[in-house]
T-cell receptor, first 114, second 114 residues
């Protein structure tokens, strides 16, 4: 079963507008969440993270929101730029587990239209 | 600071053969993880090593194995290759092996099994 779900395989947004990427998880033991961005022919790169003790974390144009009761997180990109066009992966981990393992969603391909 | 280096970048094998992939982590990083990326499944965790010890293994058959050397470099091996093993294999390193540190990914090794 898929413990981290990104239900939108793709998303198109106009340049300058807000991009909202969503992620749902089922494992209540997850307590740390990360977003990665991946360009073609490159490895994923870390974007932003949030601990379950917070409900919001900001880094420049990127903000991640966490709703623990709904087991839902979202990534907001404001304003969206053409260079943001990439595949975005949501990932989660159990910090109390014995080792470091991320469980990834299948990704959402974001296209920012100039 | 050099990033995570994976070799080879591309390779083609036939069913039944075996393959060895190599990963050199960022200098000073002691944790190395391996992930398989396929279009249908996203990124799936294979295993994680820390100081030459495998700490966790994902839900993959025993044909998938790995090891880590004293200099933190890691290799993974897939024996008796099947068509379904065609994928991008990503290696990632982490500074602490810590549960809240982000992973730094290499560009991956693209394996095609014919």
């Amino acid at each position: 079963d898929q413990q981290v779900k990104q239900n939108s395989p793709s998303l198109s947004v106009q340049e300058g507008r807000i991009s909202i990427l969503n992620c749902d998880y089922t494992n209540s033991m997850f307590d740390y969440f990360l977003w990665y961005k991946k360009y073609p022919a490159e490895g994923p790169t870390f974007l932003i993270s949030i601990s379950s003790i917070k409900d919001k974390n900001e880094d420049g144009r990127f903000t991640v929101f966490l709703n623990k009761s709904a087991k839902h997180l979202s990534l907001h990109i404001v304003p969206s730029q053409p260079g943001d066009s990439a595949v975005y992966f949501c990932a989660a981990s159990e910090t109390g587990a014995g080792s470091y393992q991320l469980t990834f969603g299948k990704g959402t391909k974001l296209s920012v239209i100039p | 600071k050099a990033g995570v280096t994976q070799t080879p970048r591309y390779l083609i094998k036939t069913r039944g053969q075996q393959v060895t992939l190599s990963c050199s982590p960022i200098s000073g990083h002691r944790s190395v993880s391996w992930y398989q990326q396929t279009p249908g499944q996203g990124l799936q965790f294979l295993f994680e090593y820390f100081s030459e010890t495998q700490r966790n293994k994902g839900n993959f058959p025993g044909r998938f194995s790995g090891r880590q050397f004293s200099n933190s470099r890691s290799e993974m091996n897939v024996s008796t290759l099947e068509l379904g093993d065609s994928a991008l294999y990503l290696c990632a390193s982490s500074a602490t092996g810590g549960r809240t540190g982000e992973l730094f990914f290499g560009e991956g090794s693209r394996l095609t099994v014919l």
